[in-house]
């Protein structure tokens, strides 16, 4: 499980420090979600919330198209900082610290909701997008994305086990990163929550966890910090460690192509509006 104090603190102090990675890991879904954004937006100039913004890489994309007015926000003051220098210089992005569901009712109201992986953590999901949708104008679209079946995510699935040793049953539904995999309970989430016009893509990439010479070593450094694997890596006795990120290491190998690994993976992405008409 992983709730708002570990990305205020331990979780987004280690993504923070290797933000990089994982825009290059997130880079091909990135794609496809950018352009569901860009298809689900209104005409004319647009307010839109970037929830769980993380170090901005979905914020400043769909900033460089002027018209968009964007706030993105983020639990992890590392993340933040680093977003906000990223951002310098951008008079339509700012970014601030604090909780979605708080920074969307102060700032309020916005034609676009949108999220990278940012969305899967609330405590009381349905009291979330409640919220988020109270903060929406009428017709506004929410977009997001959020990873599928964890059989489907080699990068997850297959390394956790490689570290624990064993093979491992798929999380359920408690806030983490496959929180939302299974479509039928998100669907359910948004609907009593109050949200439309509901619709959901499913996306296979490639997971891209490391590159050039050290391809390997990168990709165990990333995975040996972040992600279900990380998890099982501090459950175990320090002396047990490095026989883990062996196993590890002999998964990422074996998914090494040339001056890359990288795993198969599988998202959802989802669209919804708030009821009436935009503005």
Known sequence: MTGALDWAAASGDSWAARWRALDLALGNLSQHLIRTIFDR??????????????AGATTLAVADTPRFN???????????????ERAEGRPNVRFCLGDARSVASSEAPFDLLFSRHGVMFFADPVAAFSNLLAAARPGASLVFSCFADWSRNAWA???????????????DKSPSGFAFADPAYVGAI???????????????FRYSAGSGEGAVDDALELL???????????????????????????IIEAHRNDRVVDFPAAAWIWSARAAGESR
């Open 70 to 84: 964007i706030i993105g926000c983020d639990l992890s003051p590392a993340l933040i900082a680093i977003a906000t």
């Open 224 to 250: 040996a910090h972040v992600g279900p694997a990380s998890a099982q890596l501090r459950d175990l006795d320090e002396g047990a460690r490095p026989a883990a990120k062996m196993r590890m290491r002999r």
């Open 190 to 204: 948004l609907t009593d929550a109050g949200w439309a016009g509901l619709e959901h893509q499913f996306v296979e």
């Open 41 to 54: 937006a209104s005409v004319g100039d647009i307010r839109a919330l970037d929830i769980g913004c993380g």
């Open 157 to 171: 699935s297959r390394v956790a086990e490689a570290a624990a040793g064993h093979g491992l049953e798929p999380p």
